[in-house]
Antibody
Framework: QVQLQESGPGLVKPSGTLSLTCAVS?????????WTWVRQPPGKGLEWIGE???????NYNPSLQSRVTMSVDKSKNQFSLKLTSVTAADTAVFYC????????????WGQGTLVTVSS | DIQMTQSPSSLSASAGDRVTITCRAS??????LNWYQQKPGKAPKLLIY???SLQSGVPSRFSGSGSGTDFTLTISSLQPEDSATYYC?????????FGPGTKVDIK
């Protein structure tokens, strides 16, 4: 059973960088899957941030592309998200998920972590 | 980007009722349409993928249909534990996009 667990600071200052890591257990990050980040502002809907393959190939949401970087650490079986120049509008629960390479369907999700942007 | 719309935005129904939620894509997405259930404080849970395939472990009262731009999620006999928000999602082309959600309450 694949499990994903997000970790990182719960509070980030405005104009700072949000950094999160997703640890994958019960499966290999080198499997044929996209590794995905999705966020959800409090009380609002879901927004796809982007995805990364174990090769390092990425696809980002154009709305965030200038501020997003994703990376993979095969040695630790984890992947990461960096979002720069954050504002209060970036306050959200961030989820990591595994998605099928062919259909891009996220089937396994982490529990989510709330990141608040505030001074 | 492909825009996803859902209707209704919310509904209230009694246990045992048949419930249908509609999702529409702004362009053809073939059958790359997925449905999720989300309860407060929890991660989304995959119910249906590629329009009509039931995810393992999901009760058979959930079903999906459609192709192209119009899709439906049906709950054949609503149960109290089905109280949640339901999202559709297209995975046909990046950026992946979600519908705004349909909140389902039990009367």
């Amino acid at each position: 059973q694949v499990q994903l667990q997000e970790s990182g600071p719960g509070l980030v200052k405005p104009s700072g960088t949000l950094s999160l890591t997703c640890a994958v257990s019960g499966g290999s990050i080198s499997s044929t899957n996209w590794w995905t980040w999705v966020r959800q502002p409090p009380g609002k809907g879901l927004e796809w941030i982007g995805e990364i393959y174990h090769s390092g190939s990425t696809n980002y949401n154009p709305s965030l592309q200038s501020r997003v970087t994703m990376s993979v650490d095969k040695s630790k079986n984890q992947f990461s998200l960096k979002l720069t120049s954050v504002t209060a509008a970036d306050t959200a629960v961030f989820y990591c998920a595994r998605a099928s390479y062919s259909t891009r369907v996220p089937d396994y999700w982490g529990q989510g972590t709330l990141v608040t942007v505030s001074s | 980007d492909i825009q996803m719309t859902q209707s209704p935005s919310s509904l209230s129904a009694s246990a045992g009722d048949r419930v249908t939620i509609t999702c529409r894509a702004s362009q053809n997405i073939n059958n790359y349409l997925n449905w999720y259930q989300q309860k407060p404080g929890k991660a989304p849970k995959l119910l249906i993928y590629t329009a009509s395939s039931l995810q393992s472990g999901v009760p058979s009262r959930f079903s999906g249909s459609g192709s192209g731009t119009d899709f439906t999620l049906t709950i054949s006999s609503l149960q109290p534990e089905d109280s949640a928000t339901y999202y559709c999602q297209q995975s046909y082309i990046v950026p992946i996009t979600f519908g705004p959600g349909t909140k389902v309450d039990i009367k």
